[in-house]
């Protein structure tokens, strides 16, 4: 309430001043109309009234409606003094914005004065002073008009000032519900602060032992239902840190003589992996040896290879050149045969040339001394028969023995030939064996390299696994060395007096029981 009385207050005041700014305009209008003194006379009696409530600091309803009076009048009284003027019908809005302003006091009733006084004063003035109302007489139209506005804007400010009544209200309502939470949240702080300051304490108490080490310490005395979950998650923690740190030393010790025997073996496996490594080393190396050796093999067998070719390439023309040989051979047979042939044909010329010579001496010697030259030519004749008879059997001697030793020499020649053939074919099915050889060593240099790199990798690797094994072991030492840096650390604390082993849970589940 004291919000909405205040906020009436506040437009009282400015109402006021402007009521005395309204009374210095129509002063300013007596000397520019000429109406004398008694408009502003007027005009400073109603605003007198409401002043001096305010001025006395009553801002009651009775103030305010005063206010509501006397707004609409001083529309009323420039009218008055600008009757018959050009501006009459422009000081009618005056009354629309007197009475909008009465919404700054949140009071309808004020509203609802002006609106009555400007409906009474434009109904009595249209009959009995419509000069004084509108430039041209009286016009109940425009009056009703008038009226109709005047109830339209009165409703709407009416509804207007009572929301905003309830606003403010509600306001303050909502201010003075909001004090009453605070100051109960006050209280509750209070009782809150106290509360918290004892589990503050005890918990403080409890953290202390805690932070010495000692598990064995719980929180017996009950918290405020608030903090009861607190001290129970309280006890519950320690719990689980009592089991967590019993379990800790327990797997320490584990973890001790499985870190010892993990360094024990992995050292025996750094030593075999170093061996393993040597050996592998060595492999490697005979085996760049052995490739080596068998590329050098590849290389002489392909050289060996291009040599037989040759040779198989000289053979094949020396088989061309018996097989002309055997040609030539051949048609030296057949001449040959033809000059025997021919001495045959000469021997048979010698044999009639000498029986003609034998039947001419026998006609000689018939012929007595007549036929003497003719007998001695017969003669000679004869003889030359002989001789030819004799040289060509010499020739045909001759012949025979060179076509024998002719028939010899071709059978030699074909032997050759054959031989040749048999030299070629075994020096073709040598290249052939000794490619299949340059093959294979070539196939096996592959081979032998990609085992070479494959036991370069291995040995890379085997170089590799040596280092992890030194850094397993070194992990391992250093695992044993944090081991028993666990177990001094977790040997500061204080464990309750229970065995070790599944006992720890039921020491767990009782604590959170007793919690």
Known sequence: MNGLNELRRKGALVLIYVSWVCVAVIGLCTFLADTGFMPVAVAGFITAVPTFQVVRGVYDAQTRMAIGLALPLYPAILLWQWAGGQWMLDIHMIFFAAIAMLTIMADWRPILVAAGVTAVHHLTTNFAAPSIV????????????????????????IIIARNVEKLVLDQAAAQEERQQVEEEAQ?????????Q??????IGTALGSLAKGDLSLRLTEAFPASYEKLRTHLNSAVADLEDIVRNVTGA????????SEIRSATEDLAMRTEQQAATL?????????????????????????????????????????????????????????????????IDGIAFQTNLLALNAGVEAARAGEAGKGFAV???????LAQRSADAANEIKALIETSASQVARGVKLVGESGESLSTIVSGIAQINETIETIASVSREQAQEIGHVNERIARLDSATQQNAAMVEQGTAAARHLSNEAITLGQIVAHFKLSQEPAGGSGRASHTSSRQAA
């Open 187 to 195: 209280r509750e702080r209070s009782r809150t602060a106290e509360q």
């Open 197 to 202: 300051n004892l589990v503050i304490e005890k």
């Open 281 to 345: 080393e060595d492999i490697a190396a005979t085996l760049r040896q052995l490739n080596s050796k068998v590329q050098a093999n590849a290389t002489s067998a392909q050289e060996l290879q291009g040599n037989v070719a040759r040779a198989r390439q000289d053979a094949v023309n020396g088989s061309s050149v018996v097989e002309t040989a055997v040609q030539a051979m051949g048609e030296i047979e057949q001449s040959a045969d033809q000059i025997s042939q021919i001495i045959t044909l």
């Open 252 to 259: 320490s010790l584990q973890i001790e003589n499985g870190s």
């Open 377 to 383: 030519v017969a003669t000679e004749v004869r003889a």
């Open 134 to 157: 509108f430039p041209n007489g009286s016009d109940l139209e425009r009056v009703v008009f008038h009226a109709v506005v005047v109830v339209i804007e009165t409703t709407v400010l």
